[in-house]
C-alpha cells in the first residue's frame, strides 16, 4: 500500500510539473485538478464561468506559472460570453519562453483592427507548445472595461530563469531548439510525452520544428 501510495504521489508531482497555470487574469478553473485535462482542447475540459477579470481594452497583463524549462507561449482571444472560437491571436510574434517560474506579460496588445466596447465579455486562450510540438491549454474570462489598469511593480515579476524572445522568423526555431538542447538532459521534466528523436542531432532539430509548427496551426486559432 504505501509503495503504490508514493508511487500515486510520485505521478502526480511529474504531471504538476510538466503543466502550467494561469495566475493572472484569474482561469477557468484549476486544471491541475479532475475532471481537467490541459492536454485537451481548447479550455482544459473547463467550461465558461462568470468569475470575470477586468481587462483594458487595448489589452492587459497575463500572469503565467510555468513548470517546463523550454515553451512555445501562444494567446488567443474570442470575442462573446460564450466563445466558440478562438479566432484572434495577440501573439502574432510569438513567445518563446527559456525558463520556468513566474512569467509577467505587462501588456498583450489588442491587434489595432479589432473594436472593443467597454463592458463587452471575452475569453483568453493560452497555449504553451512543448519542443516535440505538445500542446497544453488554458482559459481564462474577461470583461474589457475602461477603468481596467494593466498590473504593475510586484504584481508583475518574473521569476523565470531564462530570456523571453518574440520569435519573429519561424526558422528561429530549430536554431532555439539546438541551443537548448545543450542543457536538455538536465531540464527536462518525464512529464513530457516522448519523442522518439535523438537529442541533440539534426533529427530531432527537424522533427521537432515540424511537430511544432504543426502545433503552431492549431495554437494560433487559425483551426
Known amino acids: 500500500m504505501l509503495v503504490k501510495t508514493l508511487v500515486a504521489a510520485a505521478t502526480l508531482a511529474t504531471a504538476v510539473q ?10 477557468r478553473a484549476d486544471s491541475f485538478e479532475e475532471p481537467y485535462d490541459q492536454w485537451l482542447r ?7 464561468t ?3 477579470t477586468v481587462w483594458p481594452l487595448d489589452g492587459g497583463s497575463i500572469v503565467l506559472g510555468l ?3 523550454f515553451d512555445y507561449i501562444f494567446v488567443n482571444l474570442g470575442l462573446g460570453t460564450e466563445v466558440a472560437s478562438f479566432n484572434i491571436s495577440l501573439t502574432p510574434n510569438f513567445l518563446n519562453n527559456t525558463g520556468n517560474g ?14 472593443i466596447r467597454d463592458g463587452q465579455d471575452a475569453s483568453i486562450q493560452v497555449v504553451t507548445v512543448g519542443k516535440t510540438g505538445n500542446a497544453l491549454y488554458n482559459c481564462a474570462d ?3 472595461s475602461k477603468d481596467a489598469k494593466i498590473l504593475t511593480g510586484d504584481a508583475c515579476m518574473n521569476t523565470t530563469s531564462g530570456p523571453l524572445i518574440h520569435v519573429q522568423d519561424q526558422n528561429a526555431i530549430a536554431a532555439a531548439q539546438n541551443d537548448d538542447d545543450k542543457g536538455d538532459d538536465k531540464n527536462a521534466t518525464s512529464g513530457d510525452k516522448p ?3 535523438v537529442h541533440g542531432s539534426s533529427i530531432h532539430v527537424l522533427t521537432s520544428s515540424i511537430a511544432v509548427l504543426m502545433a503552431m496551426v492549431v ?4 483551426l
Open 50 to 52: 462568470q468569475n470575470r
Open 102 to 115: 513566474t512569467l509577467c506579460l505587462p501588456k498583450v496588445p489588442i491587434p489595432a483592427e479589432i473594436e
Open 18 to 27: 510538466a503543466h502550467y497555470s494561469i495566475e493572472y487574469p484569474t482561469w
Open 142 to 144: 474577461i470583461r474589457f
Open 67 to 69: 513548470h517546463h524549462a
Open 195 to 197: 519523442s522518439s528523436a
Open 219 to 222: 495554437a494560433s486559432g487559425l
Open 42 to 48: 481548447p479550455c482544459a475540459g473547463a467550461n465558461t
